[in-house]
Each structure stands twice: as C-alpha cells, then as structure tokens.
C-alpha cells in the first residue's frame, strides 16, 4: 500500500469515523450477563469462534465478494439483499444496516463514493469492500483493516463491560494478530458459495438481547 492508500483505510475504519459503532457489542453484553465470557480467555475464544466459524467471517466473505463486483461494475444489490437475508436477529441487521448507511453518508466527503452505487439499506461490510475497490485499496489489506476494526470494537465493549483492561485488551490484539492475518487471507479467494456459520450461542445471545434490561449497547 502506498501512503495515501494506508491513511484512508485507517481513517474509513478508524473509531471516530462516524458509523456509531460504539454502540454496538454484536451480542457480547449478553454474553457477558448470561456468564458465557468472563475474563480474557473466554473473550479470546468468542472472538476466534465469531472471526473463524461465524458472522465475522460471512462479513469477510461479503466484503470480498463486494470489493470484486465494484471491480467488475456489477450492481451491488443483490449482494446487499443476500447480506441482509444472513442477519440472524433483528439487532445484528440494525447493527449492520445502520453502520452501513453511516459509512455511506460519511464516505461522501470522497470523491470514491460518486463510483459506488448501494441500495440505502446496505450491510457495513458490503459498502466497506465497495469503497476500498475505488478508493485503491487491496482486497486483503480492506479485510485486514475490516477485521482490526471490529476486534478493537469488540475489545473496547469488553472493557466497558469490566470483563478485561487496557492491559488485557492489549494481549489480545498481540495473541489475534495470526489469526486476524489468516482470516483475511482466506477470505480474500473466498465467493459467495464460502458463506456459512456455525455459531449457534453467539447467534442466541443476540436475540436474547433484544429484551435485555439495563443494557449499555444497542446489540
């Protein structure tokens, strides 16, 4: 990546760029209450399961087939319809519509957004890909930056929740870092046939939450 390129990736996923994601656990306040993730070793291994076997790595998938059908021109709609279909609960697809469309109206300070053509309601990560593609980021370095972002989001979540520190959060990101790196790697050659989860507390842990008093975020 030259200069520009590493700058604007950073800046598109950075946490003050302005999709709200701070809002969102993506289920893991009700991980933490229902006693499923307690300390570091138990967010480590949410994390990896989520990444490996679950929506995080369909939102790979997604963001890489994105990034090829803005590249070939092809009308990113029905990829977006299908994005849609995968939301499992009705806080994972507000969580990832409404980041979405934010990314979408912030992305309009580019010029790279005259180039992409979503329907309004689109998935974070297929606007995401769209944008790396003509913005002139690689694919991988797009789905390296996509899953940093979520872990850090992930991690300041846990720390709001008490469940680690700092220093914890830290840790993690060195222990993640190889597998962050392989996950992007294999989703980088992935098509639409790769799409699959199996994550089955994760995804009940987000319905669940859709009832839960006194809760901080939004999934």
């Not at 030259?2 to 993506?26: C, E």
């Not at 913005?135 to 872990?151: K, N, P, R, T, Y």
């Not at 914890?168 to 790769?194: H, I, Q, Y």
Request: one cysteine or more; a negative charge.
């Amino acid at each position: 990546m030259n200069s520009a390129s590493i700058i604007r990736l950073m800046n598109w996923l950075s946490p003050v760029f302005p999709t709200g994601g701070f809002a969102y656990s993506g289920g893991l306040e009700q991980a933490v209450r229902d006693g499923a993730v307690t300390d570091e070793d138990a967010l480590g291994g949410w994390l990896e399961t989520l990444v490996g076997r679950g929506s995080i790595r369909n939102d790979l998938i997604l963001l890489a087939v994105a990034w090829k059908q803005q590249a070939e021109g092809t009308t990113l709609g029905d990829l977006a319809a299908m994005a849609l279909a995968l939301c499992s609960s009705a806080e994972r697809k507000l969580e990832t519509v409404a980041q979405g469309a934010a990314f979408a109206e912030a992305l309009k300070s580019w010029p790279e957004s005259e180039r992409i053509a979503c329907p309004p309601e689109t998935p974070l990560p297929v606007i995401v890909g769209a944008a790396c593609q003509a913005g002139g980021i690689a694919l991988e370095d797009g789905l390296s930056g996509f899953l940093q972002a979520f872990v850090s989001n992930q991690l300041q979540a846990a720390i709001r929740l008490s469940v680690i520190g700092q220093t914890g959060a830290a840790r993690l990101l060195a222990k993640l870092e190889p597998m962050l790196v392989k996950a992007a790697g294999d989703a980088d050659g992935s098509t639409l046939d790769d799409l699959g989860s199996a994550t089955v507390m994760a995804e009940i842990a987000s319905m669940n939450h859709e009832t839960l008093d006194g809760r901080l975020f939004r999934s």
